[in-house]
């Protein structure tokens, strides 16, 4: 079994540091550790935690992605040894801890800039930046230079050997791939359970990208180093359809079945409905509808993808450049924390690793998922319109919804779906 397929059991949740907690740091993340993991999260993944630059700064803080020094943390999110100590708290509860790395850029005052300027893309009169995007605050990297390979390479190193489980790299698909090529093989020699997650972008962009001449790698080609990737190959068809912008259910679940011919046969997706890149799905979908949402994205075949706020359902996206913290609600009738919970105990079952893949639309607001293997069934229904009949290939008979325990009975090949999301095995 490929070592990849496990992940399609397992629930990444994602913290902005700065923003999660009142105390803004690590220790405010260590204290909310046994919250997270009852969530039902196996890989925790801090954003950016290292120093930011000054030069060119967006907002009073600056972006957690222009880094100033790899090296080092940013004391505003604590010490080094309030880091380590994260590290084996979370462990010590069976989480896995990945860190961002940014790795196309650094922050215009960065310390590789300061030490070799050699390192840096150069626009045609000589002067560093970057080569695309409203990206100010940030300069380029230039990886035909083999020391910047191996100083890169020897930071990456530098934080596995303190305990990092794995890294979710910013914009993977703009770094050269001579640095993946020299760098995985020796983190994994470090680490055989490394988990690599890749941001990788979106078509467009990347055709766009190399209409100007410069190298950009594909999903296809990113999977050669990484374990997953982002799903931004079809973030335009997600996107428009979460954010009611003129999509529909059927062309996203089109372009999600597509992904299973056009990938490696054990390919993961990282299957989130926000991030901190992305609007909160809470700002467009409420109620019911939102809990079939997230139902259907925890069913979908990948790794689940939470951001932290999400299980209370948040409705801002907290701001990159500014102290802004996240908008928690704890009440009972926005906490969805029982529901996110439970779908990840659900997607650990080995169907959901092992199991063939398939969607079928039911009119326009409803799709029929399903996993089959070993002679056995999962079927996930989910409504996103009023509660109507549907078809559903099992076998007549009384089923229990797996998400809330209640009977379901298929007539005639067909279920009456209410509001609520429905999963059933066979």
């Known amino acids: 079994m490929s070592n990849k397929k496990k992940l399609n059991n397992q629930t990444i949740y994602q913290v902005f540091v700065r923003q999660f907690s009142d105390s803004h740091d690590f220790n405010g993340v260590t204290a ?34 222009s880094i100033s020094d790899y ?3 940013d004391p505003a999110n604590g010490t080094l040894e309030d880091f380590t100590r994260l590290l084996s708290e979370a462990h010590a509860r069976g989480l896995k801890v990945i860190i961002d790395m940014v790795l196309n850029h650094t922050s215009r005052d960065s310390v590789l800039l300061q030490r070799h300027p050699e390192w840096f893309w150069k626009d045609a009169d000589g002067n560093v930046g970057n080569r695309v995007g409203d990206w100010s605050d940030v300069c380029d990297l230039d990886y035909s230079d083999k020391g910047l390979v191996e100083e890169i390479t020897d930071i990456l190193c530098y934080w596995v050997k303190l305990g990092v489980d794995g890294y979710r790299m910013d914009v993977c698909s703009l770094v050269s791939e001579r640095l993946w090529k020299y760098a995985v093989p020796r983190l994994r020699r470090l680490n055989g359970n490394l988990f690599m997650l890749g941001e990788s972008v979106d078509l467009g962009f990347i055709r766009y990208l190399r209409s100007l001449g410069y190298e950009v790698m594909s999903d296809g080609e990113c999977y050669k180093y990484f374990d997953a990737l982002y799903c931004y190959d079809i973030g335009r068809a997600q996107g428009s359809f979460i954010e009611r912008k003129g999509g529909t259910l059927a062309r996203w679940i089109e372009e999600i079945l597509g992904q299973e011919g056009r990938y490696p046969a054990d390919y993961v997706k990282a299957r989130y409905l926000d991030n901190h890149d992305r609007k909160r799905v809470a700002e467009f979908w409420q109620g019911d509808s939102l809990k079939t949402l997230w139902a259907l994205n925890f069913y979908l075949k990948g790794v689940a993808f939470v951001y932290a706020g999400d299980e209370t359902s948040a409705e801002r996206q907290p701001s990159l450049f500014e102290n802004d913290a996240v908008q928690w609600a704890f009440d009972t009738s926005k906490d969805i924390s029982p ?15 092992e199991g063939a893949f398939d969607a079928v639309m039911q009119g326009d607001d409803a799709v029929v998922c399903s996993y089959s293997w070993n002679n056995r069934k999962s079927v996930g229904i989910f409504v996103l319109g009023e509660p109507r009949s549907v078809e559903v290939p099992l076998p007549d008979g009384r089923y229990v919804n797996k998400i809330d325990g ?21």
């Open 406 to 426: 209640k009977t379901v009975y298929v007539r005639n090949g067909s279920v009456s779906a209410g509001t609520l999301p429905v999963i059933l095995e066979k």
């Open 32 to 65: 909310q550790l046994d919250r997270i993991k009852a969530l039902g999260a196996d890989i925790l993944y801090l954003m950016p935690f290292y120093p930011i630059g000054e030069k060119g700064r967006k907002g009073s803080v600056g972006s957690p992605y």
């Open 71 to 73: 090296r080092a943390i």
């Open 339 to 353: 529901l996110i919970s439970r779908l990840a105990s659900i997607k650990k079952r080995p169907i959901y690793r």
